[in-house]
């Protein structure tokens, strides 16, 4: 199975900063998606057991996350990078194409995908508009 879902602003990483970036972007009107690899939002700081509430803080920003309507791709490992402005994320064998204008990677960790320049060139422009 392949679906394609577009959004203005991807950010790939839903940790603590990933969750303020999204949260940030959606709250000013612009389509916003997030994609982690990990099953829920919240890294490795808020994620610590599961089975427990998060912590206040934790709690507050995946509420404003929530609230602010962005879909949280839980559990997809980016795979490839077949263009600009397209992400190639598997889940259970199945592909989902992930198309956007403005890429925001969060991730703490690298991958083979660091290397492709149009990541560069995405987070380059979204840190140029941030200084207009």
């Known amino acids: 199975m392949s679906e394609q879902t577009s959004f203005e602003v991807l950010v790939v ?10 949260c940030c972007a959606a709250e000013t ?6 994609a982690d690899d990990n099953p829920a939002p919240g890294g490795q700081i808020w994620r610590a057991d599961a089975r427990l509430s ?5 709690a507050r920003w995946l509420e404003r ?4 309507g962005v879909p949280v ?25 992930l198309a956007f204008q403005k890429l925001i990677r969060s991730e703490e960790h690298t991958s083979e995908l660091q290397s492709h320049s149009f990541i560069s060139y995405a987070v380059f422009c979204l840190q140029k508009q941030k200084t207009r």
Request: proline content about 6%; overall charge positive.
């Open 54 to 58: 998060p912590d206040k803080d934790a």
């Open 29 to 34: 009107g612009v389509r916003v998606g997030i």
């Open 73 to 97: 791709l839980a559990g997809v490992q980016i795979v490839d990078a077949p263009q600009t402005g397209v992400l190639i994320a598997q889940k259970n064998g199945d592909r989902l194409q």
């Open 65 to 68: 996350l929530r609230r602010a």
């Open 13 to 22: 990483g839903a940790g603590p900063a990933g969750i303020a970036a999204a």
